[in-house]
C-alpha cells in the first residue's frame, strides 16, 4: 500500500493563478479531508468527503474547491492563488468500523507558496 | 471559536522526565481523540488515541487520560527522550471522520 499521496510537494504561484493539489489513497477509504497548517497553529479544515460524489466545507473552504469522482481520489482546486494560501496543505484518509473512527492517515503535505 | 485547547505551547523537559500535554474540548459530539505526533518537514502521525467511553490508554511509553465530565484529555509521555523532541497536537473527530486540531505544543527533551 502507498497508503496517502499528494503531488506535488512543493509549488510557488502568482496571484491569481490557479492550481489543484492531487490526493489519492490506496485503502479504499471512504472518508477523506482536506487541512492546512499555517506556522503556529494546528491544522485546519478545508473541504471533507464522505464518500464519493459527496462533499461539504469545513472551517476554511474559501477560495478552495473539491470534488470527488471516485472512492481513491480527492483533488483540491484553488480558483485564484492569493498570498494568505501561502502555506502546507495536508490530505487524509479514513474509514469507520462498526460506526466507530479507525485511525486518520496524512500525506507527506504540499508546501505552496504564493507570490 | 477554538473548540479544542491545547496548552502549554511549548515544553522544555529533562531526558528520563515527564511530559505532560494537555487538552480541553466544547463538543460533546466528539467521538474520538487522537495525539499527532510531527517532526518538521513531515505530516502529523497518529501516536495513540482514546474514545471516550474509557478513561485511560497507555501504549508503550504514551498515555493519555480522558475525562469525559471535565471535557479533557491528556498525554503523558514517560521517560522522555531526546528523540521524543516534536510538535505534538491534540485533536478531536466528529461527523464525517472531521479532525479538530489543537494548537500543537512544540516538546524539546534536553539530554
Not at chain 2, 20 to 37: K, R, S, V
Amino acid at each position: 500500500n502507498a497508503g496517502v499521496t499528494q503531488t506535488p510537494k512543493f509549488q510557488v504561484l502568482k496571484t491569481g493563478q490557479s492550481m489543484t493539489l492531487q490526493c489519492a489513497q490506496d485503502m479504499n477509504h471512504e472518508y477523506m479531508s482536506w487541512y492546512r497548517q499555517d506556522p503556529g497553529m494546528g491544522l485546519r479544515l478545508i473541504h471533507y468527503s464522505v464518500g464519493a460524489g459527496i462533499t461539504d466545507q469545513g472551517e476554511v473552504p474559501n477560495g478552495y474547491n473539491v470534488s470527488r469522482s471516485t472512492t481513491e481520489d480527492f483533488p483540491l482546486r484553488l480558483l485564484s492563488a492569493a498570498p494568505s494560501q501561502t502555506s502546507v496543505y495536508f490530505c487524509a484518509s479514513s474509514s469507520r468500523t462498526s460506526g466507530s473512527p479507525d485511525t486518520q492517515y496524512f500525506g507527506p503535505g504540499t508546501r505552496l507558496t504564493v507570490l | 471559536q477554538q473548540q479544542v485547547k491545547q496548552s502549554p505551547q511549548s515544553l522544555i523537559v529533562q531526558k528520563g522526565g515527564i511530559s505532560i500535554i494537555n487538552c480541553a474540548y466544547e463538543n460533546t459530539a466528539f467521538d474520538y481523540f487522537p495525539w499527532y505526533q510531527q517532526f518538521p518537514g513531515k505530516g502529523p502521525a497518529l501516536l495513540i488515541a482514546i474514545r471516550p467511553d474509557v478513561s485511560e490508554k497507555k501504549e508503550g511509553r504514551f498515555t493519555i487520560s480522558f475525562n469525559k465530565s471535565a471535557k479533557q484529555f491528556s498525554l503523558h509521555i514517560m521517560d522522555s527522550q531526546p528523540g521524543d523532541s516534536a510538535t505534538y497536537f491534540c485533536a478531536a473527530m466528529e461527523y464525517g471522520n472531521k479532525l479538530v486540531f489543537g494548537a500543537g505544543t512544540i516538546l524539546r527533551v534536553k539530554s
